[in-house]
């Protein structure tokens, strides 16, 4: 009620004053990022709601980080190296696993590259296989991390495998010139497999693993090649004669047959192939051999020193051939990735947005 001398105006004014409400405060709007890249297509973030109906991203959770990445402009230089590299790790998928496959090959092959360096007396050839059997594991395995930092068009990623690739490269040339070295080494070769053959084959063999190792690069190399001893002809006393004239693995059988081992057998009879079963020839007599001598179809009467040479060098031409070409390929392949590298921009999703 109004006081006395108040008019009827004044009493209207004070009761619309006390019925008006304050109205509430509006909130501003979110600022929305950008849904579309500079090429006009939508980005990763914001295709999955454009397709659902929605015209506004939909935002995680307060304090969560997005790492997507921006979508690259579709420039052809960028489009052309991106199918590049595509190309390219499928080709260095392949190339990895045929150098890996070569490497194991090499190490277990009938008479192997560790058996080859046993008996020459270096591992050169050896440590090359290895480097080889890594590399081309390596190769295989980058194939794949760099199909998923072309997908992912992940800068680090990219540019650990463009490292990676040229590690690799050292690897593989490292693996050919130890490869190469080996070959230089073939001048002492036969005066090491002389050494190895005289005082170490057959020799304490339980307890002495080097000699067991060796004993059995021996039988392999002497089956593989079908050749016996070190090195001659029928008639020479350094081939099948090595045996009962200067190996201690003869002396300690009290000079006795067998006069030689199995392993410079063919199949077929090995008691007359040793000397077990005695004939008027080698292994019982000899060398030279006498033309009234019986000719032993069973034994193998050539030196083994002339066929390891040339097994050792169609292994290392090989070898080396493989570890010179492939970082060629790959050098390619380092220079399209760090272009694309250089290509490739983050950002990260919190960038994108002001909340």
Not at 100 to 109: K, R, Y
Request: hydrophobic share 35%; glycine share 8%.
């Amino acid at each position: 009620m109004a006081g006395p001398g108040t008019s009827i105006m004044e009493e209207k004014e004070l009761e619309s004053k006390k019925d008006k409400r304050k109205p509430p405060k509006t909130l501003p709007k979110p600022k929305r990022s950008r849904q579309f890249s500079r090429d006009g297509s939508l980005t990763p973030l914001n295709r999955k709601n454009h397709e659902d109906g929605y015209g506004f991203p939909r935002y995680p959770g307060h304090g969560t980080r997005s790492m997507s990445i921006r979508s690259q402009p579709e420039d052809p230089c960028y489009t052309c190296l991106r199918t590049t590299v595509h190309c390219y790790n499928i080709i260095i998928l392949i190339i990895g696993l045929g150098v890996l496959g070569i490497g194991i090959w090499l190490l277990v092959a009938e008479f192997s590259a560790r058996e080859v360096s046993v008996l020459i007396g270096t591992n050169f050839l050896e440590l090359a296989t290895y480097l080889m059997v890594g590399a081309g594991g390596a190769i295989a395995l980058l194939a794949f991390c760099g199909c998923c930092g072309t997908m992912r068009e992940d800068k680090c990623v990219l540019a650990f495998y463009g490292a990676t690739l040229l590690v690799t490269i050292f690897a593989l040339i490292a693996s050919s010139t130890l490869a190469f070295l080996s070959l230089g080494m073939t001048v002492a070769m036969k005066n090491d497999m002389q050494e190895t053959l005289s005082y170490k084959y057959g020799v304490d063999l339980r307890k002495n693993s080097e000699n067991r190792l060796i004993t059995d690069a021996w039988d392999s190399l002497q089956r593989s090649f079908e050749c016996c001893g070190p090195h001659g002809d029928a008639n020479s006393t350094s081939s099948w004669a090595f045996y009962k004239l200067h190996s201690q693995w003869y002396t300690q059988t009290n000079m006795r047959a067998p006069y030689v081992p199995e392993s410079c057998c063919r199949d077929g009879n090995k008691a007359i192939c040793t000397g077990i079963e005695t004939i008027n020839g080698a292994p019982t007599r000899g060398p030279p051999m006498d033309k009234l001598y019986v000719h032993n179809d069973f034994l193998y009467t050539e030196g083994c020193y002339d066929k390891v040479l040339d097994n050792m060098r169609r292994n290392v031409y090989i070898l080396g051939g493989v570890a010179s070409i492939v970082p060629l390929l790959l050098i390619i392949g380092i220079i399209v990735v760090f272009c694309m590298c250089c290509k490739v921009r983050k950002d990260e999703f919190e960038e994108e947005q002001d909340i």
